[in-house]
Protein backbone atom coordinates (compact mmCIF):
# COMPACT_ATOMS: atom_id res chain seq x y z
CA UNK A 1 0.00 0.00 0.00
CA UNK A 2 1.54 3.21 -0.59
CA UNK A 3 0.97 6.25 1.86
CA UNK A 4 -1.46 8.30 -0.22
CA UNK A 5 -3.42 5.03 -0.59
CA UNK A 6 -3.25 5.10 3.22
CA UNK A 7 -5.04 8.77 2.88
CA UNK A 8 -8.17 7.57 0.79
CA UNK A 9 -8.65 4.62 3.02
CA UNK A 10 -7.85 5.54 6.66
CA UNK A 11 -8.61 9.24 6.66
CA UNK A 12 -10.78 10.78 3.40
CA UNK A 13 -13.91 8.09 4.16
CA UNK A 14 -14.21 9.78 7.97
CA UNK A 15 -13.75 13.11 6.93
CA UNK A 16 -16.24 13.36 4.72
CA UNK A 17 -18.54 11.49 6.78
CA UNK A 18 -17.86 13.93 9.39
CA UNK A 19 -18.41 16.87 7.19
CA UNK A 20 -21.51 15.48 6.42
CA UNK A 21 -23.21 14.96 10.11
CA UNK A 22 -21.65 18.67 10.99
CA UNK A 23 -23.18 19.86 8.19
CA UNK A 24 -26.66 18.44 8.77
CA UNK A 25 -26.79 19.75 12.74
CA UNK A 26 -27.47 23.05 10.94
CA UNK A 27 -26.09 25.41 13.69
CA UNK A 28 -24.68 28.49 12.20
CA UNK A 29 -21.90 29.05 14.58
CA UNK A 30 -21.02 24.87 14.37
CA UNK A 31 -20.83 25.97 10.73
CA UNK A 32 -18.38 29.31 11.10
CA UNK A 33 -16.36 27.74 14.06
CA UNK A 34 -15.14 25.50 11.27
CA UNK A 35 -13.29 28.26 9.83
CA UNK A 36 -11.29 27.71 13.23
CA UNK A 37 -10.63 24.44 12.71
CA UNK A 38 -8.97 25.20 9.04
CA UNK A 39 -7.05 27.55 10.80
CA UNK A 40 -5.69 24.80 13.53
CA UNK A 41 -4.81 22.65 10.57
CA UNK A 42 -2.56 25.73 9.13
CA UNK A 43 -0.80 26.35 12.38
CA UNK A 44 -0.19 22.48 12.71
CA UNK A 45 1.29 22.16 9.54
CA UNK A 46 3.59 24.97 10.09
CA UNK A 47 4.50 23.96 13.53
CA UNK A 48 5.27 20.47 12.97
CA UNK A 49 7.39 20.89 9.67
CA UNK A 50 10.78 21.68 10.53
CA UNK A 51 10.22 19.09 13.76
CA UNK A 52 9.61 16.06 11.31
CA UNK A 53 12.44 16.98 8.95
CA UNK A 54 14.53 16.73 12.07
CA UNK A 55 12.89 13.12 12.78
CA UNK A 56 13.65 12.18 9.57
CA UNK A 57 17.08 13.75 9.16
CA UNK A 58 17.70 12.05 12.27
CA UNK A 59 17.11 8.50 10.88
CA UNK A 60 14.01 8.13 13.80
CA UNK A 61 11.28 7.47 11.15
CA UNK A 62 11.71 6.81 7.49
CA UNK A 63 9.49 5.62 4.44
CA UNK A 64 9.65 3.50 1.19
CA UNK A 65 10.74 5.16 -1.51
CA UNK A 66 8.46 2.86 -3.70
CA UNK A 67 5.46 4.11 -0.99
CA UNK A 68 5.61 8.33 -1.43
CA UNK A 69 4.94 10.69 -4.62
CA UNK A 70 8.23 12.31 -3.99
CA UNK A 71 9.12 14.65 -1.08
CA UNK A 72 9.83 18.43 0.03
CA UNK A 73 13.10 18.54 2.02
CA UNK A 74 13.13 15.45 3.76
CA UNK A 75 9.70 14.38 4.19
CA UNK A 76 7.21 12.91 1.47
CA UNK A 77 4.50 14.88 0.31
CA UNK A 78 2.31 12.79 1.74
CA UNK A 79 3.09 13.84 5.53
CA UNK A 80 2.69 17.21 4.90
CA UNK A 81 -1.16 16.23 3.61
CA UNK A 82 -1.26 14.32 7.17
CA UNK A 83 -0.13 17.28 9.14
CA UNK A 84 -3.02 18.73 7.70
CA UNK A 85 -5.49 15.82 7.79
CA UNK A 86 -5.33 14.69 10.69
CA UNK A 87 -6.20 18.36 12.54
CA UNK A 88 -9.27 18.10 9.88
CA UNK A 89 -10.34 14.71 11.09
CA UNK A 90 -9.97 15.69 14.88
CA UNK A 91 -11.42 19.45 14.42
CA UNK A 92 -14.50 18.06 12.68
CA UNK A 93 -14.95 15.29 15.76
CA UNK A 94 -14.76 17.95 17.61
CA UNK A 95 -17.45 20.46 16.26
CA UNK A 96 -19.97 17.30 15.62
CA UNK A 97 -19.73 16.54 19.64
CA UNK A 98 -19.75 21.01 20.93
CA UNK A 99 -23.17 21.59 22.21
CA UNK A 100 -25.10 24.86 20.65
CA UNK A 101 -24.90 26.37 23.85
CA UNK A 102 -21.24 26.18 25.87
CA UNK A 103 -21.83 25.76 30.18
CA UNK A 104 -20.31 27.35 32.49
CA UNK A 105 -16.46 27.34 33.08
CA UNK A 106 -16.01 24.49 35.68
CA UNK A 107 -13.75 25.35 38.95
CA UNK A 108 -10.68 23.27 38.73
CA UNK A 109 -6.85 23.82 39.31
CA UNK A 110 -5.40 24.99 36.08
CA UNK A 111 -1.92 24.88 37.90
CA UNK A 112 -1.97 21.07 37.93
CA UNK A 113 -2.59 20.91 34.49
CA UNK A 114 0.14 23.17 33.55
CA UNK A 115 2.75 21.43 36.00
CA UNK A 116 2.15 17.94 34.38
CA UNK A 117 2.68 19.04 31.10
CA UNK A 118 5.43 21.02 32.14
CA UNK A 119 7.00 18.07 33.64
CA UNK A 120 6.02 16.03 30.55
CA UNK A 121 8.66 18.50 28.42
CA UNK A 122 11.43 18.52 30.90
CA UNK A 123 11.29 14.60 30.68
CA UNK A 124 11.30 15.16 27.16
CA UNK A 125 14.71 17.12 27.61
CA UNK A 126 16.33 14.37 29.99
CA UNK A 127 15.24 11.94 27.54
CA UNK A 128 17.61 12.86 24.68
CA UNK A 129 20.29 12.53 26.64
CA UNK A 130 20.15 9.05 25.48
CA UNK A 131 19.71 7.50 21.88
CA UNK A 132 17.25 5.20 22.53
CA UNK A 133 15.04 8.38 24.21
CA UNK A 134 15.53 10.39 20.89
CA UNK A 135 12.22 9.96 19.47
CA UNK A 136 10.21 10.18 22.86
CA UNK A 137 12.34 12.98 24.03
CA UNK A 138 11.61 15.15 20.98
CA UNK A 139 7.90 14.32 20.60
CA UNK A 140 7.73 15.73 24.25
CA UNK A 141 9.84 18.30 24.34
CA UNK A 142 8.02 19.97 21.09
CA UNK A 143 4.19 18.73 22.45
CA UNK A 144 4.24 19.42 26.14
CA UNK A 145 5.53 22.98 26.15
CA UNK A 146 2.63 24.18 23.80
CA UNK A 147 -0.32 21.94 25.81
CA UNK A 148 1.01 24.01 28.79
CA UNK A 149 0.52 27.20 27.67
CA UNK A 150 -2.77 26.09 26.45
CA UNK A 151 -3.50 24.88 29.67
CA UNK A 152 -2.18 27.86 31.81
CA UNK A 153 -4.22 30.25 29.24
CA UNK A 154 -7.53 28.54 29.65
CA UNK A 155 -7.67 25.30 32.27
CA UNK A 156 -10.60 26.03 33.48
CA UNK A 157 -12.05 27.30 30.47
CA UNK A 158 -11.21 23.54 28.79
CA UNK A 159 -12.24 21.62 32.31
CA UNK A 160 -15.79 23.23 31.54
CA UNK A 161 -15.63 21.13 28.33
CA UNK A 162 -13.96 18.24 30.02
CA UNK A 163 -16.36 15.19 28.60
CA UNK A 164 -16.16 16.85 24.87
CA UNK A 165 -12.14 17.45 25.65
CA UNK A 166 -11.58 14.07 26.73
CA UNK A 167 -13.72 12.25 24.11
CA UNK A 168 -12.43 14.66 21.46
CA UNK A 169 -8.53 13.55 22.11
CA UNK A 170 -9.56 10.16 22.87
CA UNK A 171 -11.52 8.59 19.73
CA UNK A 172 -9.43 9.72 16.90
CA UNK A 173 -6.50 8.77 18.80
CA UNK A 174 -7.66 5.61 19.49
CA UNK A 175 -8.58 5.53 15.58
CA UNK A 176 -5.09 6.78 14.50
CA UNK A 177 -3.59 4.02 16.45
CA UNK A 178 -5.49 1.44 14.90
CA UNK A 179 -4.19 2.94 11.61
CA UNK A 180 -0.64 3.62 12.40
CA UNK A 181 -0.48 0.02 13.29
CA UNK A 182 -1.73 -1.15 9.88
CA UNK A 183 1.05 1.13 8.07
CA UNK A 184 3.72 -0.09 10.00
CA UNK A 185 2.35 -3.61 9.38
CA UNK A 186 2.57 -3.09 5.85
CA UNK A 187 5.88 -1.20 5.57
CA UNK A 188 4.76 1.86 4.37
CA UNK A 189 7.01 3.73 7.01
CA UNK A 190 9.50 2.70 9.28
CA UNK A 191 10.17 3.60 13.35
CA UNK A 192 13.93 3.33 14.18
CA UNK A 193 14.78 0.25 16.87
CA UNK A 194 18.25 2.81 17.87
CA UNK A 195 16.08 5.78 18.63
CA UNK A 196 13.31 4.17 20.42
CA UNK A 197 12.58 2.40 24.01
CA UNK A 198 11.46 -1.11 22.68
CA UNK A 199 7.78 -0.43 24.89
CA UNK A 200 4.78 -1.20 22.28
CA UNK A 201 0.99 -1.61 22.53
CA UNK A 202 0.82 -4.84 19.74
CA UNK A 203 2.76 -3.19 17.09
CA UNK A 204 2.60 0.10 18.07
CA UNK A 205 5.63 1.63 19.25
CA UNK A 206 5.37 3.36 22.76
CA UNK A 207 6.41 6.78 20.95
CA UNK A 208 4.29 6.27 18.18
CA UNK A 209 0.94 6.12 20.62
CA UNK A 210 2.51 8.76 22.37
CA UNK A 211 2.64 10.94 19.18
CA UNK A 212 -0.60 10.97 18.27
CA UNK A 213 -1.89 11.48 21.63
CA UNK A 214 -0.48 14.40 22.57
CA UNK A 215 -0.99 15.71 18.79
CA UNK A 216 -4.48 15.35 19.10
CA UNK A 217 -4.62 16.97 22.55
CA UNK A 218 -2.92 19.83 20.84
CA UNK A 219 -5.82 20.21 18.24
CA UNK A 220 -8.47 19.69 20.65
CA UNK A 221 -7.10 22.39 23.26
CA UNK A 222 -6.32 24.64 20.06
CA UNK A 223 -9.73 24.75 18.88
CA UNK A 224 -11.50 25.28 22.62
CA UNK A 225 -9.12 28.17 22.94
CA UNK A 226 -11.05 29.50 19.92
CA UNK A 227 -14.49 27.95 20.11
CA UNK A 228 -14.96 28.97 23.88
CA UNK A 229 -13.73 32.06 24.34
CA UNK A 230 -16.48 33.39 26.47
CA UNK A 231 -15.34 30.37 29.29
CA UNK A 232 -12.34 32.59 29.94
CA UNK A 233 -12.14 33.86 34.10
CA UNK A 234 -13.94 37.47 33.74
CA UNK A 235 -14.86 39.78 36.52
CA UNK A 236 -17.82 38.72 38.61
CA UNK A 237 -21.06 40.47 37.35
CA UNK A 238 -22.88 43.32 39.59
CA UNK A 239 -25.98 41.99 41.47
CA UNK A 240 -28.87 42.50 40.52
CA UNK A 241 -32.56 40.75 40.80
CA UNK A 242 -32.98 41.12 36.70
CA UNK A 243 -30.06 39.38 36.03
CA UNK A 244 -30.26 35.64 35.03
CA UNK A 245 -27.23 33.57 34.32
CA UNK A 246 -27.08 32.33 30.55
CA UNK A 247 -25.05 29.69 28.84
CA UNK A 248 -22.65 30.73 26.82
CA UNK A 249 -23.00 30.21 22.98
CA UNK A 250 -19.96 29.44 19.93
CA UNK A 251 -18.83 32.78 18.99
CA UNK A 252 -19.88 33.76 15.38
CA UNK A 253 -16.59 34.08 14.57
Do not use: K
Not at 5 to 21: D, E, Q, S, Y
Not at 27 to 51: D, E, K, M, Q, S
Not at 247 to 252: I, R
Amino acid sequence: MSYAAFHAIFLVPPLLALGWLVGRRRHPAHRRAGRFVLLTAAIALLYTTPWDNYLVWRGVWSYGADRVLGTIGYVPVEEYLFFLLQPLLTGLWLLYLMPPHIPSAAPCSHRVGTLGYTALALLGVALLRWEAGTYLGLILAWAAPVLALQWGYAGRSIWGLRRVWVLGAAVPTLYLWAADAVALRLGIWRISEIHTLGPALGPLPLEEAVFFALTNLLVVQGLLLFLAPRLLPAPPAPASADLRARPATLPDG
